[in-house]
């Protein structure tokens, strides 16, 4: 529509560019590793004590002892006991290994899913604000820009968001990111802009016969909630979900209407541009190799020229 070119989509780093952070333990304790060989060195004692036991036991016993033949017997019993118990102790540390393993990749692929999310907001708003900032060198786009400021000229607004309002000043060089038509109660219908820090309602002041009448609302103070689906009583048509327009702070309904895109996919549409006017763009910084530079929310200490918290390696490839 604006004739603008879109932001490239980041392109994918291979799992195997992250760290893996883990060492094979048959690397630093050949051959089997350190937990396998703790437990057959717990093994091969208890092997050791319980064969001078029976060895003891097996002396004594004879014919003229009853009492040492029966502790003979017991004690050859009692071995196969302690066979189970030493293979369950080698293979309960075989597993224990596995598992670091495991969760050690585990990390690694979560590293990769976080990264890639962040590169998905990142281009989100790259493509956001290549709209916003098209007003100079886009002619559609300043058209559409000085047709919104119009309108909001005359736009009527809530007191309840006048602590909030910015002034008509910041909406000059606003360029819609999303227009589409709605239905304001049951017969009004109209038309919604959206821009990166406000939403406008322009409805039919009188339907059929001329007339229009603006609503502004800054999308950074107020939610919009879906409405379950509504049958008129005097009417067999079921009308299509709305949208209702709440307050932030006091959750007072100061708006509904249906968008012609749907419900859904409107109010997608608009969490997205409202995550993008209230986030941090810091949040969203890269190393030069293309990784995330931290994450969880963790800021460096030193400044954005601190070493990547989850750096890439050399030879991946990069966005």
């Known amino acids: 529509l604006y004739e ?65 033949a029966c502790a003979h017997a017991v004690a050859v019993a009692s071995s196969f006991g302690r066979e189970e118990e030493g293979v369950h102790l080698v293979l309960n540390a075989f597993q224990r290994q596995d598992d670091e393993e495991q969760a050690a990749r585990l990390d690694r692929k979560n590293i990769q899913v976080m990264d890639r999310l962040a590169k998905m907001q990142a281009h989100k708003r790259a493509s956001i604000f290549a709209i916003r900032e098209s007003y100079r060198s886009s002619s559609n786009a300043a058209l559409a820009s000085d047709d919104f400021y119009e309108k909001s000229l005359t736009a009527g607004r809530d007191s309840a968001l006048a602590e909030h309002d910015p002034g008509l000043l910041s909406l000059q060089h606003q360029v819609p990111l999303h227009k589409c038509s709605i239905l304001a109660g049951s017969t009004t219908t109209g038309t919604c802009y959206m821009t990166t820090t406000h939403v406008l309602f322009w409805t039919q002041s ?37 949208i209702s ?25 608009v969490e997205i541009v409202q995550q993008v006017a209230v986030e941090n763009p810091d ?37």
Not at 39 to 65: L, Q, R, Y
Not at 248 to 266: D, H
Not at 295 to 317: L, N, R
């Open 245 to 269: 327009v709440k307050h932030k702070e006091t959750k007072k309904t100061l708006y509904k209407f249906r968008p012609s895109i749907g419900a859904e996919r409107w109010k997608t549409f």
């Open 283 to 319: 949040d969203l910084k890269f190393s030069e190799r293309g990784g995330i530079l931290y994450m969880y929310g963790d800021k460096p200490s030193g400044g954005t020229k601190d070493a990547p918290s989850t750096p890439v390696s050399e030879g991946a490839e990069t966005v």
């Open 4 to 68: 603008i070119e879109a932001p490239a989509l980041p392109k994918p780093v291979p799992l195997t560019a992250y760290p893996l952070d883990f060492t094979p333990p048959q690397a630093t304790c050949p051959p089997w590793g350190l937990s396998v060989m703790e437990a057959m060195n717990i093994v091969a004692a208890k092997s050791g004590d319980a064969n001078k036991a029976m060895a003891d036991a097996a002396a004594e016993a004879s014919p003229d002892n009853p009492d040492a």
């Open 206 to 242: 009188i339907p059929l016969l001329g007339g229009h009448q603006g609503t502004l609302f800054d999308i950074r103070s107020v939610d919009f909630v879906i409405q379950k689906a509504s049958k008129p009583r005097l009417s067999p048509i079921t009308l299509p979900v709305g």
